[in-house]
């Protein structure tokens, strides 16, 4: 079985939008406080995107340190788009992290990884976006009432603009896959998705 097909597994095994969480989102079944809840504590898993983003770039080779470097610098600046939304529901930017949350943050962020770690679970981060933010900003719509630009940037650029930076992750790791560990890179790949469903957990559970 080959490293993608591998991967593709770990990917479907993780798939956060099957969470409780997520799918009462997609119901309508969300309070206005929940909600709030959410945007405060996820907040922390964007901010360590952007830290893993810098990381991997730091720790890449010149020939491709520009291109993550403007990648890192992206996901630094979609913290302020993710705000707009905190804003639309009340949360708070300054939000305290719960455990599951801080645990989550802690792993996205990891910047001690190898670069082909890094691109992997980068990788399996962004590939997943597209959709689940298609399904965050259509419930928004359709069953809370919030349509406002502001209010679904994040979600609007995440639903083109990762399937860019996911088939660019891709090819970067094609390229180094050569004699590398797949099954420590598969681990990091689990333990980020892993990572996310329990901060859902936690939000959940609030």
Not at 30 to 52: P, T
Request: glycine fraction near 8%; proline fraction near 3%; include cysteine.
């Amino acid at each position: 079985m080959g490293f993608w097909h591998r991967l593709e597994e770990v990917r479907d095994h993780g798939d956060v939008l099957r969470h409780p969480f997520y799918t009462r989102w997609s119901a309508g079944e969300l309070s206005a406080d929940e909600l709030s809840v959410y945007s405060g504590q996820y907040r922390h898993a964007v901010v360590a995107l952007a830290a893993a983003s810098a990381g991997a770039a730091r720790a890449a080779e010149p020939e491709v340190a520009a291109e993550l470097w403007e990648h890192a610098s992206e996901e630094a600046d979609h913290v302020a788009l993710w705000d707009g939304f905190v804003h639309a529901v009340g949360g708070s930017t300054s939000a305290r992290a719960l455990p599951e949350t801080a645990a989550c943050a802690e792993t996205w962020g990891r910047t001690e990884r190898p670069l082909l770690e890094s691109l992997v679970a980068l990788y399996v981060i962004e590939a997943a976006q597209p959709a689940i933010a298609e399904a965050k900003r259509v419930g928004l719509r359709d069953h809370y009432g919030i349509a406002e630009p502001s209010a679904t940037a994040y979600f609007d650029v995440h639903v083109e603009r990762d399937v860019e930076h996911a088939a660019a992750g891709r090819e970067l790791i094609e390229a180094r896959l050569g004699a590398a560990d797949e099954d420590a890179l598969l681990g990091a790949a689990e333990s980020v998705l892993v990572a996310n469903w329990r901060l859902l957990d936690g939000v959940q559970s609030a």
